[in-house]
């Protein structure tokens, strides 16, 4: 980039302005999905935490879906792009993001959430089979963080890519065996977040949504060269 272009650059160049850059760039990726998440989290207010509702919150779960893969297609974009070129519009790369990839998401995204929910019925329910309920709720548990980390994979790739969705799903479950390390990333994510939900509170998870979702993308580097080397080019 020239020298002029620099000077007239939205984001400066010096490392206050370009963290400022950063912090807005968080802040209104996490506006923006608080907003296209709106009915998720309503579910979390107002429903019992009881099996039964298992259903309502995945149900209520589907617009996150989108919501986080537009985020995941913004960020992609900041991390990219070489600091001098950076701009200060995160609303129009989260809106185009969404704009294009929504479809595909929900494509795999509501099978997803089926097969957790029954996962979660599994675990709930396991106490009615006696001695052997624990090894049942055990199992369903490694299963479902599986499916989860798989997730992380499936999200990168539809919010990147423009794969078919049984594509997505084979590179997905492909990449959790060629890059072993992101597939450990995203499992690091995967606890990370169980244990905010869990040992604080759901709302310290929404509020750190936005850098949970950049963490993604920056641990999916390798996914995201690979692919990119070997389908793009």
Partial sequence: MSADAD?????????FSRGSAAVYWAVVIEGLLVLTSLPTLLAFVLLDRSPGNAPLFALA???LGPSLAAAVFAWRDWLTTPPGDRDLSPARHYWRGYRLNWRDVLRWWVPTLVVLTV???????AGALGGSGGAF???SLVIAVA??????NALVLSSLFAFRT????RLSAHYLAAKPVS???????VVVA???ALLATNWLLVLLASPLVALLVRNATPVITDATTRFTT
Avoid at 7 to 15: A, I, K, L, Y
Avoid at 119 to 125: K, R, S, T
């Fill in 194 to 196: 169980v244990g905010i």
């Fill in 61 to 63: 779960a589907v617009p």
């Fill in 119 to 125: 996962l979660a019925i599994n675990v709930a329910g």
């Fill in 137 to 139: 709720a055990i199992v």
């Fill in 147 to 152: 499916v989860l980390v798989w997730a992380g």
């Fill in 183 to 189: 597939g450990l990333g995203v499992l690091a994510l």
């Fill in 166 to 169: 049984r594509d997505v799903a």
């Fill in 7 to 15: 000077r007239f650059s939205e984001v400066g160049r010096g490392p």
